[in-house]
Nanobody, 121 residues
Framework: QVQLVESGGGLVQPGGSLRLSCAAS????????MAWYRQIPGKQRELVAG???????NYADSVKGRFTASRDNAKNTVDLQMNSLKSEDTAVYYC???????????????WGQGTQVTVSS
């Protein structure tokens, strides 16, 4: 099993920055993709940024050029640096990971508990 713990959310003014961190722990063989999703009440959860084990990244169009995801495979962490924040970035941000628990290539999905990011003056 994999446990994901997020940190770094909070309140920030428009144009400001925040950095989210997520650490994976537990018993697993490998972690493939790690990503950040966000969800606004009443809306579907959406992908913000993803990082594969080889460091490839992909971003939602709405955050390209403002957000940067980075990963430390040795520490099993993924961070999300958020700059030039806008009110529409306000959401609960969730860490997500895909992992294999043994050498058998069966992948499992895991979610963190979420951290609130509020962008407001």
């Amino acid at each position: 099993q994999v446990q994901l713990v997020e940190s770094g959310g909070g309140l920030v003014q428009p144009g400001g920055s925040l950095r989210l961190s997520c650490a994976a722990s537990g018993t697993f063989f490998s972690i493939n993709t790690m990503a950040w999703y966000r969800q606004i009440p009443g809306k579907q959860r959406e992908l913000v940024a993803g990082v594969t084990s080889d460091g490839s990244t992909n971003y939602a169009d709405s955050v390209k050029g403002r957000f940067t995801a980075s990963r430390d495979n040795a520490k099993n962490t993924v961070d999300l640096q958020m700059n030039s924040l806008k009110s529409e970035d306000t959401a609960v941000y969730y860490c997500y990971a895909v992992a294999t628990l043994t050498r058998v290539p069966v992948m499992y999905q895991y979610w963190g508990q979420g951290t609130q990011v509020t962008v407001s003056s």
